[in-house]
């Protein structure tokens, strides 16, 4: 496809549980970036990669929160011991040069409940 | 910590009424200024940008925006909306010395046909 694509597009999963979310970016961007965003709120930055490497991960909130970028494409968001303040639309957005916003596409965001 | 503040969170206007929506940035250094638009059940998506150079700037859809560096604002304005306006309005800045977007809470903006 030509935009960036999230899966799943909704999940619900229940206290204290373990998820994943996926984010493909577009092909051949090397920059990808991970957005929460809360009820009310705009979207929070939780860290940016550039190829497989976290280039900054300084706004992930806690250790219970951990994303990869294996071969520097698909990267999945994990979530261990989910919390209902974990509830969310988490945003991907990728870019083809970093810091560059006016080319960072985001994607339809996964909206994710913990009951 | 550099932020951006969004006076209003919802707004309602009728078709063809005139749109301002405010935005205050925080300074940390280099500028720059961004209006994102998410239209209902559609990603986010860049409406305009500002970097340098003439502060008034045009976007798509037909919405400009205004950097007052004495003000430390930059608003969003459109002369007639239309009902297709109705959306959520985020105003952005580039954190300085890294590469993240920092947005404003967001402003709901309905237009009654």
């Known amino acids: 496809g030509a935009g960036v694509s999230q899966t799943p597009s909704n999940k619900v999963t229940e206290k204290g549980k373990y998820v994943e979310l996926r984010c493909d970016p577009i092909s051949g961007h090397t920059a990808l970036y991970w957005y929460r965003q809360s009820l009310g709120q705009g979207p929070e930055f939780l860290i940016y990669f550039q190829g497989t490497g976290a280039a900054d991960d300084s706004g992930l909130p806690n250790d219970r929160f951990f994303a990869v970028r294996p071969e520097g494409s698909v990267s999945t968001l994990k979530i261990q011991r989910t919390e209902r303040g974990d509830s969310a639309v988490y945003l991907c957005?990728?870019?083809?040069?970093?810091?560059?916003?006016?080319?960072?596409?985001f994607g339809p965001g996964t909206r994710l409940t913990v009951l | 910590a550099q932020s951006v503040s969004q006076h209003n969170h919802h707004v309602i206007l009728s078709e063809a009424a005139s749109l301002e929506l405010g935005c205050n940035y925080s300074y940390g250094g280099t500028v720059n200024l961004f209006w994102y638009v998410q239209y209902p059940g559609q990603h986010l998506q860049l409406l305009l940008k500002y970097f340098s150079g003439d502060p008034l700037v045009k976007g798509i859809k037909g919405f400009e925006a205004e950097f007052i560096k004495s003000k430390f604002s930059f608003n969003l304005r459109k002369p007639s909306v239309q009902w297709s306006d109705t959306a959520e309005y985020f105003c952005a800045t580039l954190a300085d010395r890294d590469d993240k977007i920092i947005f404003g809470k967001g402003t709901r903006l309905h237009i009654l046909p």
């Open positions: 957005a990728s870019s083809l040069i970093r810091a560059d916003p006016d080319t960072q596409y």
